[in-house]
């Protein structure tokens, strides 16, 4: 986390709302390719943003089946996208009272040497994620639901160092009242470290 997501925290916790930041990376070797951040909401619950970077050799391994895309046909358009483009799935949890609303995939970015890059505006990439794609719809994800959906940039250059991958705020509402949002959420990635590199 940077300062600025960190001092919009603080101004959520000054609220009442938030309590806690945690950044998580996976170790096991079978998921280095998976990011998390959440925040704990006072009075109880959790919201997590987990992304994982999806490159074709991951389509092919069981954890990608088992935790993220069970159909074989979703799996093997997954792999034809990340094969010409970066691609990430993002998944909000809320397990919390509170309702979530954002412009998830649309506003999300991915910093590459220092310049930040928009989804891919390609509709052909789109078409070939149309169970995740929401396009430019507003993303609601209720109390103790969860939510996934993806971004796909354009392929990061062979040699790249880390890169990060940028999650805008999401509202916090209760009932129909608006009563904070949550921090601008940073995954980091090395390109190198992947099990299975792009």
Known sequence: MTAQPLAQVASSVAAGLLALVGVVSASDPAVTHERSSGVAVVGG??????????????????????????????RARHREVATARTLFLIEVANQSALRLEGYLALNARLRVNAREHAPDPDPAVRARLP????????QRVPPHTTVLTAAAFPAVPPGTGPVILLIPPLWIFRGSRQIGETPAFEL???PRGLTYPP
Request: hydrophobic share 45%.
């Open 131 to 138: 169970d995740l794609w929401p396009g430019p719809a507003l």
């Open 45 to 74: 619950g959790f919201i997590a943003v987990t992304a994982v970077w999806v490159t074709p050799g991951l389509t092919v391994h069981p954890h990608y089946a088992t935790r993220w895309v069970s159909d074989p046909a979703r």
């Open 188 to 190: 980091g990635f090395d």
